[in-house]
């Protein structure tokens, strides 16, 4: 079966700091896709970033950073100097035949 | 990526009563989803929309209540049905391509239940 676990539920932190948000999987498949998603407030479900199980290279993109290690089954997230406009609720996914199976979800909140 | 269009965004409605979302791609599809995100909770799948065919249901949900449409490759409604405040969640529209490496949603569509 699926799973995917975010342990953490709310994060609060000060403007310009990292956040790490984390994130373990379960899944029998062999190959995968993980997925993060922003949900501002607004509710609108907004792409992040999407790894394949065949590739552990970390990368970064902006201010996005990601850790993906298949040994621990993780896929952790990080923002590098938040800001305001991160605050939002953070889900990490894992795509099975086209379907998510998503996380619990992390609120994350910037204060100014 | 793909644009999708979610129809409405928010409604506010009376139990008993049944109410149809509508999603439209901006191009072609073939796998295309409805999940549900009830309040301060995950997104939990619905059902898969299948084209041409009666749409394929998660363990927890029926037809009866949420008949589901396909009629091509860009469109598909979600009808929720005999409404209770139970009801109440954000319901999301998502289609996939690339073979599961590209996952989009709508915007939601905000469902009160009163």
């Known amino acids: 079966a699926q799973k995917v676990t975010q342990a953490q539920t709310e994060i609060s932190v000060v403007e310009k700091e990292d956040v790490t948000l984390d994130c373990v999987y379960e899944?029998?498949?062999?190959?995968?896709?993980l997925f993060w998603y922003k949900q501002p407030p607004s509710g609108e479900l907004v792409f992040l970033i999407r790894?394949?199980?065949?590739?552990?290279q970390n990368e970064i993109s902006g201010r996005y950073s990601w850790n993906f290690q298949k040994s621990t089954s993780s896929f952790n997230f990080t923002i590098t100097a938040s800001q305001v406009v991160d605050s939002a609720v953070y889900f990490c996914a894992l795509s099975r035949d086209y379907k998510l199976s998503f996380g619990a979800g992390t609120t994350v909140t910037v204060r100014a | 990526s793909a644009v999708i269009s979610q129809k409405p965004s928010r409604d506010i409605c009376q139990r008993g009563t049944s109410l149809t979302i509508q999603c439209q791609v901006d191009?072609?599809?073939?796998?295309m989803f409805w999940y549900r995100q009830q309040p301060g909770q995950s997104l939990t799948l619905i059902a898969t929309a299948n084209q041409g065919s009666e749409a394929t249901y998660e363990s927890g949900f029926v037809i009866d209540k949420f008949p589901i449409s396909r009629p091509n490759l860009t469109f598909s409604t979600l009808t929720v049905s005999n409404m209770s405040p139970e009801d109440s969640s954000i319901y999301l529209c998502?289609?996939?391509?690339?073979?599961?490496?590209?996952?989009?949603f709508g915007q939601g569509t905000r469902l009160t239940v009163v």
């Open positions: 899944t029998r498949d062999t190959t995968y896709y």
């Open positions: 790894r394949n199980s065949f590739d552990e």
């Open positions: 191009s072609q599809v073939t796998m």
């Open positions: 998502s289609v996939a391509r690339g073979g599961g490496t590209e996952a989009f």
